[in-house]
């Protein structure tokens, strides 16, 4: 038995704007290390300092973070990719690479939020306008959350939507292939 898979390592993730997005994204990076065959690691959703928007995620992520959580193994950024371009990904990664921080970068294609709509495909007319859709928060996911989400909860029932959505893995990387990907990168850089 390969005793590394149970070794504890520790991940953050930065998103846009964790109050929202974070109850999407914890769940999702969760099962991402269970896949990358780290399924004890322990996944912490950037909270201090709290982001606001995709230049204050960068800013800090370059200047504030290295100090406070350069000993995590891990970092993962996954903002909206309405600005995260596949370059300005890899000159960040780049640059924490040189600080000596192992950053992989994970634009959610269009947004976050998409991650949540996957259990309910079949409630929308085609998942290809979804996914190219710029305003796709507010004409697929926010009627969506009104629908399966729950007011009374944290979140108002993202968790519950991703949670759903995660169920079968399969179709979850073949609809999100973002996040295949992620897997797949994050497996490659902790066996390394």
């Given at each position: 038995?390969?005793?590394?898979?149970?070794?504890?390592?520790?991940?953050?993730?930065?998103?846009?704007?964790?109050?929202?997005?974070?109850?999407?994204?914890?769940?999702?990076?969760?099962?991402?290390?269970?896949?990358?065959?780290?399924?004890?690691?322990?996944?912490?959703?950037?909270?201090?300092?709290?982001?606001?928007?995709?230049?204050?995620?960068?800013?800090?992520?370059?200047?504030?973070?290295?100090?406070?959580?350069?000993?995590?193994?891990?970092?993962?950024?996954?903002?909206?990719?309405?600005?995260?371009?596949?370059?300005?990904?890899?000159?960040?990664?780049?640059?924490?690479?040189?600080?000596?921080?192992?950053?992989?970068?994970?634009?959610?294609?269009?947004?976050?939020?998409?991650?949540?709509?996957?259990?309910y495909r079949?409630?929308?007319?085609?998942?290809?306008?979804?996914?190219?859709?710029?305003?796709?928060?507010?004409?697929?996911?926010?009627?969506?959350?009104?629908?399966?989400?729950?007011?009374?909860?944290?979140?108002?029932?993202?968790?519950?939507?991703?949670?759903?959505?995660l169920r079968?893995?399969?179709?979850?990387?073949?609809?999100?292939?973002?996040?295949?990907?992620?897997?797949?990168?994050?497996?490659?850089?902790?066996?390394?």
């Open positions: 038995m390969d005793g590394s898979r149970f070794v504890s390592v520790q991940v953050l993730v930065i998103p846009e704007d964790p109050t929202n997005n974070g109850y999407i994204l914890k769940p999702v990076v969760d099962m991402v290390l269970a896949e990358a065959g780290k399924p004890a690691a322990k996944v912490r959703v950037l909270g201090n300092p709290r982001v606001r928007g995709y230049d204050d995620a960068v800013r800090v992520v370059r200047k504030d973070l290295a100090s406070r959580y350069g000993f995590m193994d891990l970092w993962l950024f996954l903002p909206d990719a309405d600005r995260a371009s596949s370059g300005a990904m890899q000159v960040l990664e780049e640059d924490l690479h040189a600080q000596g921080v192992t950053l992989l970068c994970c634009p959610a294609v269009p947004e976050v939020e998409v991650y949540a709509c996957v259990a079949g409630e929308i007319a085609s998942w290809q306008e979804v996914r190219a859709d710029p305003r796709m928060r507010e004409a697929y996911f926010d009627p969506l959350l009104e629908k399966h989400g729950d007011r009374r909860k944290p979140g108002r029932g993202r968790r519950m939507m991703i949670e759903r959505s079968s893995r399969r179709a979850f990387f073949q609809l999100c292939p973002e996040i295949a990907d992620l897997r797949d990168r994050v497996q490659a850089s902790l066996a390394s």
